[in-house]
């Protein structure tokens, strides 16, 4: 089975932290995704990479920056944290290729900026 | 780029109960993929259908790409299903493409 694991699911920063999410995945996919979910505005792309050191901006990157230095680890860096970037924070994996291949998502991680 | 929509917005049923969940969306599409959000946040995979029918067990999946919709179909529905469902589609042709996905559907089943 493909997992993608998340290094917190939950998480309580203070404005102005420099704060990190870790995502794992163990199939060797090539592309992977950060999302994240308020209510009533659903999953939105933040960033996501399709090889090492490849990234792309996504629907809302502003105040958000990531790093893909090997392929099984994708981080998203919230580099000084603000109360609106509280939210639910989902990570993603697939492998590349036409067809759109089937997504697999982390647990997710709930954080909550003070 | 490609909309997704998803109704109802929420939807509560009795336990036992049948029901139908949409997705449309703006363009053709190569596939198709519909989670569900469990009560911890985390996006299970049901169904992963670009044409065609699909079961595994009570949900079953259609999706019709010609007219751009999609349809989860849940059956003798238990407290269990409740959560948010969503559609996710390519949000464009290359291989690269991110997933794009509707709002969700906020289902409640009531013992």
């Known amino acids: 089975d493909v997992k993608v694991t998340q290094s917190s699911r939950y998480l309580v920063k203070r404005t102005g932290e420099k704060v990190f999410l870790e995502c794992v995945q163990d199939?060797?996919?090539?592309?992977m995704f950060w999302y994240r979910q308020d209510p009533g505005l659903g999953l939105r792309l933040i960033y996501f990479?399709?090889?090492?050191?490849?990234?792309e901006k996504g629907d809302i990157p502003e105040g958000y920056s990531v790093s893909r230095e090997k392929k099984e680890r994708f981080s998203l860096i919230l580099e000084s944290a603000s109360t609106n970037q509280t939210s639910m924070y989902l990570c993603?994996?697939?492998?590349?290729?036409?067809?759109?291949?089937?997504?697999?998502f982390g647990q997710g991680t709930r954080l909550t900026v003070v | 780029g490609i909309q997704v929509e998803q109704s109802p917005p929420d939807l509560i049923l009795q336990e036992g109960a049948n029901s139908t969940l949409r997705c449309n969306f703006s363009?053709?599409?190569?596939?198709l993929q519909w989670f569900h959000q469990n009560p911890w946040g985390q996006l299970i995979n049901l169904f992963y259908?670009?044409?065609g029918t699909k079961q595994n067990g009570r949900l079953s999946a259609t999706t019709v790409a010609t007219e751009r919709y999609s349809l989860l179909y849940i059956s003798s529905s238990q407290t269990t299903d409740s959560g948010v469902y969503f559609c996710?589609?390519?949000?464009?042709?290359?291989?690269?493409?991110?997933?794009?996905f509707g709002k969700g559907i906020t289902l409640s089943v009531r013992p």
């Open positions: 990479s399709y090889d090492v050191k490849m990234k």
């Open positions: 199939m060797d996919h090539e592309n």
């Open positions: 996710a589609v390519p949000g464009g042709a290359g291989a690269n493409s991110k997933l794009t």
């Open positions: 259908i670009p044409s």
């Open positions: 363009d053709s599409v190569n596939n």
């Open positions: 993603a994996s697939r492998v590349m290729g036409g067809g759109f291949p089937e997504a697999f």
